[in-house]
Structures are given as C-alpha cells and as structure tokens.
C-alpha cells in the first residue's frame, strides 16, 4: 500500500470510527445523564440564598429531609446568602443540570431582573422550576415597644415622622423588602429600609428595637408573636388568613388594593431531564399531600404549593412581569 493510499484508508478508518462514536452516544443513556429510574444515586444539594432560620431555609430543610428518607440518598442544605439572592442563584445556574443541584427561591427571583441593569445569569433561560414548596401570608410586625397598635397608627406615625420609622428586610429584593416598598408606596408612608443578611438577624434586630418594623412570611415571627416579644397588626394577603383570623388585611387596614403572599419555588439549572424533573416533583408533591406535612405547615403558617413543571414555569414569567410594575411604583432600589 502506497502512502497516499494508507492516509486516504486512514481517513476513512476514522470516518467510521466517529460515525460509530455518535450512534453510540445518540442509542445508549450518557454518564451524565442518568436513566431518571436510577436517580438520585448520589446525594443532591439545596442551594438557599439565605443564613440558617428563616422561610426559605425552614421549607428547603422540611423537603430536603423528606426526600433523604424516600431515595435513600442524603441531601445537603447549602446556605449562600449575598445579593438578595444572586451569589447562591448564580452558582445554581452554573451547575450541571443532573437533578444533583437545586436552589430554593422566593419573590426575589422575580425581583432582581428589575432591580439590577445586568445580572450574572438568565432568570428564565438559565433555571427552570421543578417544584412549589410552599405559599405563606406575610404579616406586618412591629416592636413591641413602638406605640402602634394598628396598621392605620403605624402609617400615621410614619407619615409623623418622615424617613424615621423604619423597616427591615432579609436583604435587597427579599419577600420583606418588596412587601415593606409595597406598603411604603401603597400607604404614602415614608419608611426608611434597612436590609439584613436574611430574616433571623433581621427579626433579632426588631426584637432589639433596632429597627420598627417588617413584614415578613408568618412562619419567620410567629413564635415571638405569640411570646408577646413582637407585635402583629395586619396580614399581607388580600383575604383574612385561617392561619391567623384575627388579625386584619392591610387593605382593610387603609392601604387600598395592597396583596402580597409569598412563595417559594424548588428550581433546578435548565436542561434537567423532563423524566428526572418529573420524578421529583411527583415526591415533592406527595410528601407535601401527607398528614404530617400538611401539620407542619399549618403549624408554621404556610400552605403547601402544587403545579406541573411547566405550571410553575408559566408561573414564574407571569410574577417577573407584575413585578416590573410593582418596583417601578414603589421606587425599590438596592440600597
């Protein structure tokens, strides 16, 4: 064989060879994709963009510990917080999409595109939902300290008092944060935000009398609600809650048309396996369906979330567009 003709066969050698390599890729499941039948065979890790203590981390270790006990497999609570959200969702959407990385988020995932001109990933294109934890009514409380016995008294001693009452939030584009612009905005009440590095310290700070006011998911403050340590006066939601009868609206309150809930959604990096996304929100489904989650969540304020994948995806593009009116009403800003 001449040397041409031995590099023409060559060729043609290598030819078949990658022909061959693609049939096997495209007929035999990838390494990287497991069949869903054999996930989770490794354990999964739960990105929250929040310390230890508040809602987010409360419904992320809740569901995390349920799905260690029906796969047989541990998962990892990895608490990020940073940037209202940013730094843990940022390293979520870098992640490989293998159901092996997850990230808890709540209304601050529709937030932040509004509020930061450039963000270090695509809100939509880069995470896809998997499954809602959770729905839970804020409530607006004060220090037990501040002579507001209503909501109607709060806002009159804010108006009082331009720029000196003030309300904490657990961080920039949080539930609290957009719930405290919301009633600032709504209420004509000149309120000064104080942002934390999540919920807890922020509700210790309240507790101190650091700061007046927030209005944070009922399962944040309940216990020192009913300590006497914080005061309640109104619920976010535009309904009375079962969960606290009691307590009135803030639309009934006086801030007309004001409605704010919070949720929280279990979202994985785009591209995961529909049969893998799937699967787990079946298991994030039926754990959520049991007598003993449905207790707890009473217990903690909060109402278990339902909806397909595609749902919730639906779901999200439609709170990142009411957001956009919302922080252009209330004038948030990152502060």
């Known amino acids: 064989m001449t040397s041409s003709s031995r590099i023409r066969f060559l060729s043609r050698l290598a030819g078949v060879s990658l022909a061959l390599g693609a049939l096997l890729i495209a007929t035999t499941p990838s390494m990287a994709q497991e069949p869903a039948a054999a996930y989770p065979s490794k354990h999964i890790r739960i990105l929250v963009p929040f310390p230890p203590g508040g809602a987010a981390d409360t419904f992320a270790r809740f569901i995390g510990e349920r799905l260690a006990q029906s796969w047989g497999q541990g998962v990892v609570v990895d608490n990020r917080p940073g940037g209202g959200g940013i730094v843990a969702t940022q390293a979520a959407a870098k992640a490989p999409a293998d159901g092996y990385t997850l990230l808890v988020v709540t209304v601050g995932h529709a937030v932040n595109p509004h509020l ?3 963000l270090p990933y695509d809100t939509e294109k880069d995470l896809q939902p998997v499954a809602k934890l959770a729905s839970v009514p804020s409530v607006l409380v004060v220090n037990s300290d501040l002579p507001a016995r209503s909501a109607a008294e709060l806002v009159a001693l804010a108006k009082s008092k331009p720029g000196k ?3 904490a939030s657990s961080g920039n584009a949080t539930t609290s944060h957009v719930a405290g612009a919301m009633l600032a905005a709504g209420a004509d009440a000149p309120l000064l935000h104080v942002p934390y590095k999540g919920s ?19 399962v944040s403050s309940a216990q020192h609600i009913k300590s006497g340590k914080l005061r309640a006066l109104a619920v976010s939601t535009a309904k009375r809650t079962s969960l606290a009868p009691e307590l009135p609206t803030l639309a009934e309150s006086g801030v007309r048309g004001y409605d704010f809930s919070s949720w929280f959604l279990l979202l994985s990096p785009s591209g995961l ?14 754990i959520l369906a049991t007598p003993q989650a449905r207790d707890k969540y009473k217990a903690m304020g909060a109402e278990p979330g339902t909806g397909t994948p595609q749902e919730l995806a639906n779901f999200v593009s439609a709170e990142i567009r009411r ?5 252009k009403a209330s004038g948030m800003r990152v502060e």
Do not use: S
Not at 273 to 286: D, F, W
Not at 323 to 327: N, S
């Open 200 to 218: 807890a310290p922020a509700i210790t700070d309240l507790i101190a009398g650091h700061v007046d006011l927030i209005i944070d998911p009922l």
């Open 116 to 118: 930061h001109a450039k």
């Open 323 to 327: 957001y956009a009116d919302v922080v």
């Open 165 to 167: 009452l003030t309300y």
């Open 273 to 286: 396996p529909a049969p893998i996304a799937a699967k787990l929100n079946v298991e994030v489904e039926r």
